[in-house]
């Protein structure tokens, strides 16, 4: 009996001193902890934030579930004859938009969000970071990251807004969301809120000193400085301002901004895409016969007619003739040819937009003539068209429509948006009879709605 | 486990009889021969065990049943005889016997069985406390499959085997008692011959090409992927025990809230080598297909495509695509071979095997390889030593199927396809455009040209020793260790060639992807058991202590490559490449103490016990969970009539169920680049620091009568279980930028029903029969969910999901019915995935040398989401497309709907598409015959013809291609989403056994 006593004396504690000795723990190998920048963050890891801004505004950009695809349906641009997926149908189109996945009426929200609080943590992070040049940031330095990160906040807020629209119900205070979900804002305060990270993130460039110590994105070529990327900044601050209706004030921002009637109408910022390792593409880039991203039939049928016969060449330049497709009782026989490749990039903001933006301040200010000038300009370099008179505001406006609807044709749900705001979905077409008119708003998703109950 | 074998190969020399024996020393000596028999049969009993009580003296007979004791005092003794499937039998040898003839009764009802009740020590069946089931090799392997898993239907009442797609070599969930998690794993624990099992299932990212992920569900698996206990050869298998809940499998702790599934592979015995040879051949044959409508004009077809149907149509033309597509019957093989045999000493067994399966569609199949050595070795009296290897190599090849988004899959693609589009190659072996699908796939080409080679080569090695050191007073002790590594390393390489047309249109041409993944499980563990019988023998008592060490690792690398250079499939061939490396770690510890008592004359067994485990997955890595257990059982003393023995017994037991890795980290996402530089972005994921295991508690009751005379057996056990502390994921709103948040909290709870019947109700030496009947029956509910009802699992409420909601079942399908006056829609529950019953009937008929195995498998009342039948309907493909009267609305016309009437009801309704997948499938059937070996004129020890089905008919009136499958791969809850898998099949094999 004592051999035993010992041997399970000696076993017990050779179990107990093995625990002891026993930490299991394991870190993450696959990604860096949150707290790399919560904590003591470092000038290499809020590079990497920075740069992540601009992966983050990019997100829904050009997917096909994404900001362009979708609004561009509701919007009577496009199609999608994906048929593993009939929701770009029956929910974009035929039926309601349900807000219950993450998906359709869900989406567009947790993505702009998303990197809404990148950007809060970037700006946290500077505010922590010390001065000292190489380990941290000068005061100047500092202060270009915030105009950056303000200026692109305010692009996520923006895609937040216009897809949601009078459903809002958004958030704007989202800081502390985790534990307390962000109280709701309506619109007119959510582009309030736009209106002033824009100025601020104005006043941050303005001291931001002659260039930012992050590198931006090729999108970015020609605004990659502080002082040139405050032109982009104005040039949002322009499309916000006619948004709201303060028509005086978008013409001194456009007046600040890189708007050029004499240059490149292509001129401006841009989503860049490539087939570089853990990049993302161009999703709206389809090519081949059956393709699933067609054109609406509508924008064949509305098109103007230069002096030739032939249509606008916008409409040439944009969109192609291709094998019908019927798909769920819709048939088009036209797909885009605006994304030449997977890697193309896609507008932000560029200059034709800026001249359409003046001529429609003009028209809200009652200045036909002017706008008749821009929206000339626009329809001989972009369209190949006749000039136009503008006579009364109501023409000027219907006009206004159909240039943006062909000048940005495909590249930001600027149809439904534009449409929407003049209170004329009802026109836009119809594709079955029996079929609800056009969706004004995305709603809030549901898991905001949940959180808030 | 290791008492067990101690008990079979170290004979009873270990038995405390030394006083005994010293007396006998003056006694005369005799020699005692004999031979074992079946008692109904008059057939031989092999390897017979004999003892003579209150001695050392025993031995384990021949193959032939003879026996030969030496040094037997020539005294009145007491001889034993005892073999597994027989029932123990003891008599007295008279002093003046020295030859004699044993006959045994079988043992129907396996009460001699000896059966895990711990994690080193066992129990005979007679006393345990516990519902464990407890397959055999000859059971398992009645019809040949390539998995365990799948060879386990029907065979364990409270199992429920689901297949993720009919596609040969894997790919099975083994579901015990019902749903234990949301969140965690559904993976039952499988330990072979002591070492934990990876079960792990890599996928083979054919998601870049499918774009699978890229609809309203990103989850990677939709890959119809395999989950790697297909690696294990069941024909190399002697046993499989099915722990099914806590209350039995509490002492594996924090890993087995899914149940245990405990393999030990075939052994050695005494004796000359013994060879066994299986030479088998076969064919599986597609067993269903959905059909296809019939097109009678061009206007029609132009109607349902537009231009390109009138262009293609032609009258009277039609083509059985899925036919086509899976009409492969090429042949399959397989070929066995094992040696066995030792002697007192040394024991060993060796197999090898190679077999291919050819999958019903060209290009796809299961092929491997496998070798398996297990010696034992006695050292001394004391000490048995032990070492289990396995070798496999398998190769699975299953093309491009399940979900996706590019209609590359190949019954997704034939959804689009009218029936009047013929894909076949034409003369030069071109394949077809095929205008229907947006991308020009053509299933053929796609079944012809992609190469999709997963590559696995698994090791699996372990040693393990018991060591009787101390025998004093009335303990007996022994303390037995494990040590094993479980090694697999799994290559997948796909090629999408640029001349696919589905590749051509794309974006970049040309697609190759290489994935290797690497598990290394580490398993250690020391245990001391300790059996104490008091001199006045009231009771026996069995304590047992020991620890254990477990290590996985997962590492994971993959690289997409595409815009390849013609012809090239190596991934640096392309203009366009990624990478991604995901490694995981996991270690854990545990420990445990039990102590069985079994008291008056062995009728009353009393146990408890308790677990302790920490592992790096928790939050707190060094806290220790604890998982109790308890158990009773009692034989009552007396019998009634044909009611020979009544057992009642009730246990109770608690088990964890990990969190995964990295459910503890809020991680940023780093793998992201613009325009090559690197950013760091918020991953929507926030861990809980703090995450603990879940918990599940079960109390189980029930009883096993033995009537008429052993002959029929009846077992009835209730369950109940709550798992709490669910690790659930709550979604803060997501403008916090975090989708979902990490935490323990919840609870549901899960009850049920086992029913099990088995008998052999004829039985004599020209006729036997057997049967065995089970009846499974459980429901969920959830009791508390601390954070709003979640959609979980499938594609949305519009195409009918899975809805975690307090009072609810944990397996409700919930869908739209109808919208509400805000236009948004009301969301309810349309159907459950939880079979309402499950049901086996197991028969073998023996008369003379021919025996007739059948197992069929009734379940009733689990729904699926139909999106197959959807897929159909929106390519207006459905052979009940046109609606036969004015077109009704949904729901008007559910259950019948036709295919337009179903499709125009989409977005508002779901239930059309929520459908009952109740069968009834004649899982296996086999019919043999034993040829006699003296006919053929050869020293042969058997030789068996045999003709087994799998799968031979199913009777369901589900419209999808079969109601077993998973497009979500093994998942706890979320299966039963049927969206293109790979196409059911019945097998059908011819086979020679031969014993030498």
């Known amino acids: 009996m004592k051999t035993i006593g010992r041997f ?80 770009f149908v029956t929910q974009m189109l035929s039926g309601p938009l349900t807000n219950n996945a993450p998906r359709f009426g869900g989406n567009l929200w947790a993505s702009p969000y998303r990197n809404i609080q990148n950007a809060n943590l970037l700006l946290d992070a500077v505010d922590q970071i010390g001065t ?77 000193g002659g260039s930012f110590p992050f590198p931006l994105s090729p999108g970015f070529a020609g605004f990659d400085s502080p002082s040139s990327f405050l032109t982009f900044n104005r040039a949002l601050k322009a499309r916000v301002d006619v948004y709201m209706m303060n028509y005086n004030q978008a013409l001194q921002s456009l007046g600040e901004s890189f708007i050029n009637a004499g240059g490149s109408l292509d001129l401006g910022v841009y989503q860049a895409y490539s087939t570089g390792p853990g990049d993302i593409t161009n999703e709206l880039f389809d090519p081949g016969e059956t393709r699933n991203i067609r054109a609406h039939p509508s924008v064949a049928t509305d098109a103007e007619l230069k002096t030739n016969g032939s249509p606008d060449d916008r409409f040439t330049r944009k969109v192609q003739t291709i094998s019908p497709r019927t798909f769920l009782d819709l048939t088009s026989d036209l797909g885009f040819q605006l994304y030449a490749s997977n890697q193309a990039s896609v507008p932000i903001i560029r200059n034709e937009e800026l001249i359409l933006l003046r001529a429609e301040a003009n028209i809200g200010l009652g200045n036909l003539g002017p706008a008749e000038a821009d929206i000339n300009l626009i329809r001989a370099t972009s369209g190949g068209l006749p000039a136009v008179t503008l006579s009364t505001a109501q023409q000027a406006l219907d006009q206004l429509l159909y240039e943006k609807q062909y000048s940005l044709l495909f590249e930001g749900g600027h149809r439904w948006i534009d449409m929407r705001r003049y209170g004329r979905l009802d026109q836009l077409p119809l594709d079955m009879p029996g079929w609800p008119p056009p969706h004004p708003a995305f709603p809030i998703p549901i898991a905001e709605v949940n959180a808030r109950n | 486990m290791k008492l067990l074998r101690g008990m079979l190969v170290v004979p009873f020399a270990l038995l405390l009889a030394t006083d005994l024996v010293a007396q006998d020393q003056e006694v005369p000596q005799r020699t005692v021969t004999g031979s074992v028999v079946d008692d109904v049969t008059g057939q031989r009993v092999d390897f017979p ?78 006393n345990l406390a516990n519902a464990v089931s407890v397959v055999d090799g000859v059971e398992l392997n009645e019809v040949p499959i390539a998995t365990i898993e799948a060879a386990l239907v029907g065979k364990v009442t409270g199992a429920i085997v689901e297949q993720n797609s009919g596609a040969p070599g894997g790919g099975v969930q083994l579901t015990l008692r019902g749903v234990s998690s949301i969140n965690a794993s559904s993976d039952p624990l499988y330990v072979v011959d002591g070492v934990i099992t990876s079960n792990v299932a890599i996928s083979n990212n054919q998601e870049v090409v499918t774009r699978s992920n890229e609809g309203s569900n990103p989850d990677p698996n939709q890959q119809n992927q395999v989950n790697r206990i297909a690696d294990f050869n069941p024909e190399d298998i002697e046993s499989v025990t099915v722990l099914k809940g806590p209350s039995a499998a509490a002492i594996y702790g924090a890993k087995a809230s899914n149940g245990v599934v405990l393999i030990r592979t075939k052994r050695g015995q005494p004796g000359p080598p013994r060879f066994d040879f299986t030479g088998r051949l076969g064919m599986f044959d597609l067993s269903n297909t959905i059909g296809s409508r019939v097109f009678t004009s061009a206007d029609e ?98 093309g491009i199927t399940n979900n996706d988004n590019a209609l590359v899959s190949y019954w997704m693609a034939l959804a689009f396809t009218p029936s ?8 030069d072996g071109v394949y077809p455009f095929n205008p229907f699908t947006g991308s020009g796939s053509n299933p053929l080409q796609t079944a012809a040209l992609v190469e999709d080679d997963q590559d696995v080569w698994r090791l699996t090695a372990s040693t393990d020793f018991d060591w009787n050191f101390a025998r004093a007073g009335r303990h007996d002790l022994h303390l037995t260790g494990l040590a094993g590594v479980d090694f697999l390393s799994q290559s997948n390489s796909l090629f999408f060639p640029a001349e696919l047309h589905f590749e051509a249109t794309s974006p970049e041409p040309g697609t190759s992807l290489l994935n290797d993944g690497r598990n290394t499980n580490v398993n250690t563990g020391v245990s001391i058991v300790d059996n104490f019988t008091p001199a006045s023998g009231a009771f ?106 009544l057992k009642l017994r009730s246990a109770f037991g608690q088990t964890g169920n990990r969190p995964l890795y990295g459910q503890k980290f809020t991680p940023l996402s780093s793998g992201e680049r613009i325009a090559g530089e690197p950013g760091v972005v918020i991953q929507g994921t926030l861990g809980d620091p703090g995450i603990e295991p879940e918990r599940m508690s079960e109390i189980e009751g029930g009883f096993d009568a033995r009537l008429f005379n052993d002959a029929i057996g009846f077992e009835a056990t209730f369950f109940y279980q709550k798992v709490t502390n669910l690790i659930l994921e709550r979604t803060p709103a997501p403008s916090s930028g975090f989708a979902r948040e990490f935490f323990n909290g919840g609870s549901f709870r899960n009850q049920g029903i086992e029913l099990t019947v088995v008998g052999s109700p004829v039985r004599n030496p020209v006729f036997g029969w057997f049967t065995a009947v089970r009846f499974f029956k459980n429901s969920t509910k959830i009791t508390n969910l601390p954070v709003p009802a979640f959609e979980f699992g499938a594609f949305g409420s519009d195409l009918g999901t899975f809805k975690i909601e307090q009072g609810k079942s944990a397996t409700q399908i919930v869908g739209n019915n109808g919208l509400d006056p805000g236009g948004q829609p009301i969301i309810e529950q349309l159907g459950d995935a939880n079979p309402d019953f499950v049901m086996s009937f197991t028969n073998e008929l023996n008369y003379k040398g021919f025996r007739l195995y059948t197992l069929l498998d009734w379940r009733v009342g689990q729904d699926l989401v139909n999106l197959q039948q959807l897929l159909w309907d929106l390519g207006q493909t459905s052979p009940d497309w046109v609606s036969p009267g004015p077109v009704r609305e949904v729901p008007d016309c559910n259950p019948d709907c036709s295919g337009e009437e179903r499709i125009s009801g989409l977005g508002d309704y779901t239930q059309q598409y929520v459908q009952s997948g109740s069968f009834l499938r004649a899982s296996e059937i086999s019919v043999s015959y034993d040829l006699p070996s003296q006919v053929l004129g050869l020293n042969l020890r058997f030789l068996q013809l045999n003709l087994a089905f799998r799968n031979l008919f199913t009777i369901t009136s589900y419209a999808g291609l079969d109601p077993l499958v998973s497009n979500f791969g093994n998942k706890p809850i979320g299966r039963s989403v049927d969206v293109a898998a790979f196409p059911p099949s019945r097998a059908i094999w011819f086979s020679v056994l031969m014993g030498i």
């Open chain 2, 540 to 645: 026996t008592s069995t304590t047992s202590i020991g620890f254990q060490y477990e290590s996985t690792d997962l590492e994971v690398n993959r690289i997409v490559s595409s815009n390849l250079v013609a012809g090239q499939a190596n991934v640096d061939a392309g203009t366009s490449v990624g990478v991604e490396e995901r490694r995981e770690k996991v270690r854990d510890l545990g420990f445990f103490l039990q102590e069985e008592l079994l008291l008056l004359q062995e009728r009353l067994l009393l146990s408890a016990g308790v677990r302790a485990d920490q592992s790096s997955n928790n939050g707190d890595t060094e806290k220790l969970f604890w998982y109790p257990k308890a158990a009773v059982s009692y034989r009552i003393p007396f019998g009634v009539g044909w009611l020979n023995e």
């Open chain 2, 301 to 398: 077809a132009e109607a349902a495509f537009g231009a390109a149907g009138r262009t293609a149509f032609e009258r009277g033309k039609t083509f059985d695509n899925e036919a086509i597509l899976g009409g492969e019957n090429d042949a399959s093989w397989e070929g066995r071979l094992s040696v066995a045999g030792g002697d007192r000493n040394t024991s060993y067994y060796a197999s090898a095997m190679a077999e291919n399966q050819r999958g019903v569609i060209r290009n796809t199949g299961f092929k491997r390889q496998a070798l398996r050595v297990n010696l034992q070795q006695n050292v001394g009296t004391t000490l048995n030593l032990g070492v289990y290897t396995n070798l496999t190599h398998t190769q699975t090849s299953r």
């Open chain 2, 420 to 427: 009047f589009q013929n894909l076949r190659p034409n003369a």
């Open chain 2, 49 to 126: 065990q004999i003892e003579i009580l209150g001695t050392s003296i025993g031995t384990v007979g021949a193959e032939d049943g003879t026996f030969s004791l030496q040094d037997v005092p020539r005294r009145e003794l007491t001889l034993r005889v005892s073999r597994i499937g027989y029932k123990r039998q003891e008599f007295i040898l008279a002093a003046g016997r020295d030859t004699i003839r044993v006959r045994l009764g079988s043992d129907i009802l396996r009460i001699e069985e000896l059966v895990v009740s711990g994690r080193v020590t066992t129990v005979q069946r007679r």
């Open chain 1, 8 to 87: 399970v004396l000696a076993s017990v504690v050779s179990v107990t001193v093995l625990w002891g000795c026993s930490d299991l723990t394991e870190p993450d190998f696959n990604n860096p902890s949150i707290t790399e920048v919560t904590e003591d963050p470092t000038r290499p890891a809020i590079i990497s934030v920075a740069t992540g801004l601009l992966i983050g505004t990019r997100v829904d950009a050009a997917r096909t579930n994404g900001y362009i695809s979708l609004l561009g349906i509701i919007g009577r641009e496009s199609y999608n004859f994906d048929g593993a997926d009939p929701r």
């Open chain 1, 132 to 208: 000292d040049p190489t380990a941290g940031f000068s005061a100047t330095e500092k202060e270009a990251i915030r105009g950056f990160a303000k200026t692109i906040q305010a692009l996520d807020f923006l895609t937040v807004v216009n897809t949601r629209d009078t459903n809002c119900g958004c958030a704007i205070d989202t800081q502390d969301g985790i534990f307390e979900p962000a109280p709701e804002a309506t619109k007119s305060e959510v582009f309030a809120h736009i209106v002033s990270l824009l100025d601020e993130a104005k006043n941050h460039l303005e001291s931001g």
